[in-house]
């Protein structure tokens, strides 16, 4: 069992950052990779940033150059500075785990329920 909590949503003007950060609890897990997608309403879910355990970061377009993902591999959390917010960049941002159970090298996929961000003046 293998759960994600995000946190640090908000609401911000135009220009200004955010921080979110994803915590990863239960036991019997190791992380594959961790990372951050978004949606909009009408909009499809999209990736904004992932970081493989060992791979190369890689980050949505429209995000390159403002946001950055980090891990604190210790206590299995992922964060998301956002700077430079644009309006556009409004959505519910999920946390994102791919995991490996312990003793299998099968891979599970598991959600954070979501938290708010809303950029507006």
Request: aromatic share 10%; glycine share 14%; hydrophobic share 30%.
């Amino acid at each position: 069992q293998v759960q994600l909590v995000e946190s640090g949503g908000g609401l911000v003007q135009p220009g200004g950052s955010l921080r979110l950060s994803c915590a990863a609890s239960g036991s019997g897990f190791s992380i594959n990779a961790m990372g951050w997608y978004r949606q909009a309403p009408g909009k499809e879910r999209e990736l904004v940033a992932v970081m493989p355990s060992g791979g190369t970061t890689k980050y949505g377009d429209s995000v390159k150059g403002r946001f950055t993902i980090s891990r604190d591999n210790a206590k299995n959390t992922v964060n998301l500075q956002m700077n430079s917010l644009k309006p556009e960049d409004t959505a519910v941002y999920y946390c994102h785990g791919n995991m490996f159970l312990s003793g299998s090298t099968t891979k599970f996929l598991y959600w954070g329920q979501g938290t708010q961000v809303t950029v507006s003046s």
